[in-house]
C-alpha cells in the first residue's frame, strides 16, 4: 500500500527562521513520484515540486530546498529565513503505478510564521 | 493561475438536494482528477478521468457520480446531499497520468445546510 505521513501537524517559528517540513512515505512501487503542494489560507493549493523516484539529486529554488532520501524514505521540504508569506499548510504527495492512478497526500502540516 | 477553472466558487444548498460541480482543465491535459477536502478527513481521492474513460476510483459515495466528456471537461454530481457532504471541492488535472504533476482549481467550498 502506498502512504505519505506528515507527522508534524502544526509548526509555528519566527521569521527569518529556517524551517524544515518532513514527509515520509511508503510504497512498493520501483519508479514512483513525490510532490509538494502550498495551501494558502485563499485556500487553493499550489504545486511546488515533483521528484521522480530514480533522481535523488537535492533541488534549491530560492529560500526552498528539497532533500530526497530513498534510504530513509523522506523527502523533506526546508524554507529558508522564512517569510510571513510562507504561513500555509503544506501537503507532500505520492503517485505510483501500482494500480491506482492517484496522488496521496499526507494530512499535511501548517505552518505558522509570525512576524 | 493554474489553468484549471473549477465553477462555482461556492455553494450552499439544503439537504437532500442534487448539484453539479463543473472543471475545466488546462488546456492539453487529458486526465481529470476530483479531490474532497473535509476538516476531519484531508485530502480525499474521489475518482480519475483519462481522455474521457474513468481510470480509478476512490472513496467516492454511491451518491457522487462524474463524468469527462469530450472537450474534456469534468462534472462531479452529488445528491441526496448530508451535512457531511460540506466540503471542499478540488478538481486537478495533468497532462498525463500520475508521472506528472497535477495543477489545482480553487475549489468549490459546498456548504450543506
Known amino acids: 500500500a502506498q502512504k505519505v505521513t506528515q507527522a508534524q501537524t502544526e509548526i509555528s517559528v519566527v521569521e527569518k527562521e529556517d524551517v524544515t517540513l518532513d514527509c515520509v512515505y511508503e510504497?512498493?512501487?520501483?519508479?514512483?513520484?513525490l510532490f509538494w503542494y502550498k495551501q494558502p489560507p485563499s485556500g487553493e493549493l499550489v504545486f511546488l515540486i515533483r521528484?521522480?523516484?530514480?533522481?535523488?539529486q537535492n533541488e534549491i529554488s530560492g529560500r526552498y530546498s528539497w532533500n530526497f532520501q530513498k534510504s530513509t524514505s523522506s523527502f523533506n521540504f526546508t524554507i529558508t529565513a522564512s517569510q510571513v508569506v510562507d504561513s500555509a499548510v503544506y501537503f507532500c504527495?505520492?503517485?505510483?503505478?501500482?494500480?491506482?492512478?492517484?496522488?496521496?497526500f499526507g494530512t499535511g502540516t501548517r505552518l505558522k510564521v509570525l512576524a | 493561475d493554474s489553468g484549471v477553472t473549477q465553477t462555482p466558487k461556492h455553494l450552499i444548498t439544503a439537504t437532500g438536494q442534487r448539484v453539479t460541480l463543473r472543471c475545466s482543465p488546462r488546456?492539453?491535459?487529458?486526465?481529470v482528477y476530483w479531490y474532497q477536502q473535509s476538516l476531519d478527513q484531508g485530502l480525499q481521492f474521489l475518482i480519475q478521468y483519462y481522455n474521457g474513460e474513468e481510470r480509478a476510483k476512490g472513496n467516492i459515495l454511491e451518491r457522487f457520480s462524474a463524468q469527462q466528456f469530450p472537450d474534456l471537461h469534468s462534472e462531479l454530481n452529488l445528491s441526496s446531499l448530508e451535512l457531511g457532504d460540506s466540503a471542499l471541492y478540488f478538481c486537478?488535472?495533468?497532462?498525463?497520468?500520475?508521472?506528472?504533476?497535477?495543477?489545482f482549481g480553487q475549489g468549490t467550498r459546498l456548504t450543506v445546510v
Open positions: 488546456s492539453g491535459d487529458l486526465s
Open positions: 521528484r521522480n523516484s530514480f533522481d535523488e
Open positions: 510504497t512498493r512501487d520501483t519508479t514512483y513520484y
Open positions: 486537478a488535472s495533468s497532462v498525463g497520468t500520475v508521472s506528472t504533476e497535477a495543477f
Open positions: 504527495a505520492l503517485s505510483g503505478f501500482s494500480g491506482t492512478y492517484k496522488y496521496i
